[in-house]
């Protein structure tokens, strides 16, 4: 959090919070921040946009003068922007899965919401595509004409020469954080976890780390958590979504203000967004859930491998031995399925002939429902010893929810202590 905070936003924090807040347990950062007043969480907002925008302004203007613009644009680049207007930003790698062009999806509905007389909106873009990107360098050359629009001119900016200094200005003072991947290839969202600290608010889709902090009370999504591929029909339906947050939900949210002219919706999702999501979305928390969940358990299983001098390890060696020799000839026999009103049960013969049954896990496999976890069932074994075939019945008993044909069985490796499928990647499925 330190590298992206600004300095307004480590003051808050530290009145807050206490300095060392990041070099130990954040359990109480989420109760400590909400103690912070409205009058004060948005002051502190305000003063981050008017800071945002003064760089901005400057930033354009060194821009134009390095490219030979008239010095009349350079002049005109120290004025542009509105300190008290709603500013919302859009950074990253200019890539056509990322979407960046669905805000001019309606360049006409874009250019009614910017210029609202009563609720103006500005917007800041940053990005680069990659040299041998062509269809990236085409988005940002739309983006260019848009912006050549004298209507559009006066709210729209896009930043060149991406890097880090300006992402940290950015993440730093924008209201709103838009980010319109084509799910499912958002890696990560790391830039909309930086605006957290600094008071910002994500709209994003619904992918990423957002798909898992989303709540309606921290800020507002798009898309409906499916895949839809690079259907342009789909990228359309979100397109006008976008459109609808932005006009019926987010513009009115940070106009709408008391006598005090503060907006108490907007500084009450902010503060939510703060408070929940700061510390949850932090290296904090990453490097605490690598170590408890991967280093200590990793650091447990060697000193169990290497306990005895290395007796353990003898056992893996004979059971991976022994699944060379037997895997390719394993099979299975007849499956049969019963099915009364509430379950199905399933009996399969595996014929696993000279491998101990224990050296493998028979189980009963069906993909997850809307994205959801797969079903892994394990199949227990019904004779205590093999027939003269060396076959082996098992049988498992699941819910009637969905049908007996969703579910398969198979045969996977399986021996105490070892990372399955790691270090054994071997499958095998009941046709």
């Known amino acids: 959090m330190p ?14 919070c206490g300095k060392d807040r990041w070099l130990g347990p954040t359990e109480t950062l989420e109760q400590d921040i909400r103690r912070v007043s409205d009058a004060r969480l948005w002051q502190f907002r305000t003063d981050a946009g008017k800071s945002l925008v003064e760089y901005a302004r ?6 134009l003068a390095a490219s030979g613009a008239s010095p009349e644009a350079v002049d005109g680049a120290k004025h542009l922007f509105d300190l008290n207007t709603l500013t919302l930003g859009f950074a990253r790698r200019f890539a056509t899965y990322k979407r960046p062009n669905l ?17 103006p909106v500005q917007l800041i873009l940053a990005g680069k595509a990659h040299p041998a990107d062509q269809a990236g360098q085409t988005l940002i050359q739309e983006w260019t004409h848009f912006i050549r629009r004298p209507e559009a001119r006066p709210h729209v900016i896009f930043l060149s020469d991406y890097d880090m200094l300006l992402t940290e200005h950015l993440v730093q003072g924008v209201d709103v954080w838009i980010n319109t991947p084509r799910r499912p290839w958002e890696a990560c969202g790391t830039s909309g976890m930086k605006v957290l600290v600094n008071g910002g608010l994500n709209l994003s889709e619904l992918d990423g780390w957002w798909a898992e902090a989303y709540t309606p009370e921290v800020g507002w999504a798009l898309g409906d958590g499916q895949e839809h591929g690079d259907d342009p029909a789909w990228d359309a339906v979100e397109a006008d979504a976008l459109y609808d947050r932005l006009e019926h939900e987010v513009i009115p949210e940070f106009y709408s203000r008391d006598d005090n002219n503060i907006p108490r919706a907007w500084v009450a999702r902010m503060r939510e967004s703060m408070a929940r999501l700061t510390p949850q979305f932090s290296a904090n928390r990453a490097v605490r859930e690598y170590t408890e969940q991967h280093y200590l358990p990793a650091a ?3 000193r169990e491998r290497a306990a005895n001098k290395g007796a ?36 399969v013969e595996v014929f696993l002939n000279d491998l101990d049954p224990n050296a493998v896990r028979v189980e009963l496999y069906a993909d997850g429902i809307n994205g959801g976890d797969p079903v892994r069932e394990e199949m227990k074994c019904m004779q205590p010893h093999p027939d003269a075939s060396r076959r082996w019945v098992y049988h498992a008993t699941v819910p009637a929810k969905r049908p007996a044909g969703d579910y398969t069985a198979r045969v ?12 054994s990647a071997r499958i095998l499925w009941q046709r």
């Open 3 to 16: 590298s992206w905070d600004s300095a307004a936003a480590d003051d808050l924090w530290t009145e807050a």
């Open 300 to 302: 447990l299983a060697y």
């Open 412 to 423: 996977i490796p399986q021996h105490s202590g070892v990372a399955i499928p790691l270090e």
């Open 58 to 63: 400057e930033r354009l203007s060194r821009q």
């Open 103 to 119: 805000l001019l999806h309606d360049p006409e509905r874009l250019l009614r919401l910017l210029t609202n007389p009563e609720r």
């Open 312 to 347: 353990w390890a003898d056992q893996m060696v004979d059971w991976q031995h022994a699944l060379d020799l037997n895997w390719d000839s394993l099979r299975f026999g007849d499956l049969r399925v019963e099915t009364n009103a509430d379950h199905h049960v399933f009996e």
